[in-house]
């Protein structure tokens, strides 16, 4: 039965933790820290396209380079990959050390992450501008919740095993 009771509340807290985000996103918008995410992520990209040789601008949202320019919005962001993650290490049953060791370096990895798929859109938007939208619907976009369950996963396995 007590196997039951933190099963349920696993689940509870994982449908918590997304539902409250999705509650506060309004919030989020109008205090501006979408915008700010948006404007970071924006700056994060720019900054690194032109460390790779890719001289690079961002003005707001909009990243101008040499090869190709596109706008940041919300879902560019780690944000949601990010409060994927968040949920699920939150509904794990761990201490809470454990649980901030696994934030210590699963959102640091997840910003990495998302900061590869956007070079990555980049550079295909300009070799190959024909498959941009599929490779940004179709395969980064499901790659990224992936990687976040995948990060989760890992966290998970590494605390079973040093239990054992």
Do not use: D
């Not at 933790?17 to 506060?24: C, E, K, P």
């Not at 309004?26 to 205090?31: D, E, G, K, N």
């Not at 290490?89 to 640091?108: C, D, N």
């Amino acid at each position: 039965m007590n196997e039951r009771k933190a099963l349920v509340r696993a689940w509870l807290t994982l449908v918590g933790v997304i539902g409250a985000f999705l509650v506060l996103q309004p919030a989020l918008i109008s205090f501006g820290v979408v915008r700010w995410a948006n404007q970071m992520t924006a700056q994060l990209l720019a900054f690194t396209l032109s460390l790779l040789g890719t001289p690079s601008s961002a003005q707001g949202t909009l990243v101008r380079s040499e090869i190709f320019s596109l706008e940041i919005i919300f879902e560019c962001t780690a944000i949601l990959p990010i409060v994927l993650f968040l949920a699920a290490v939150f509904a794990t049953p761990s201490p809470k050390r454990a649980k901030l060791w696994a934030l210590a370096w699963g959102l640091p990895a997840i910003v990495l992450f998302n900061l590869v798929r956007l070079v990555s859109l980049v550079y295909i938007g300009h070799l190959a501008p024909k498959y941009f939208e599929t490779a940004h619907l179709f395969v980064w976009q499901p790659l990224t919740i992936l990687f976040a369950l995948a990060l989760w996963l890992v966290w998970v396995e590494r605390r079973r095993a040093s239990l054992l």
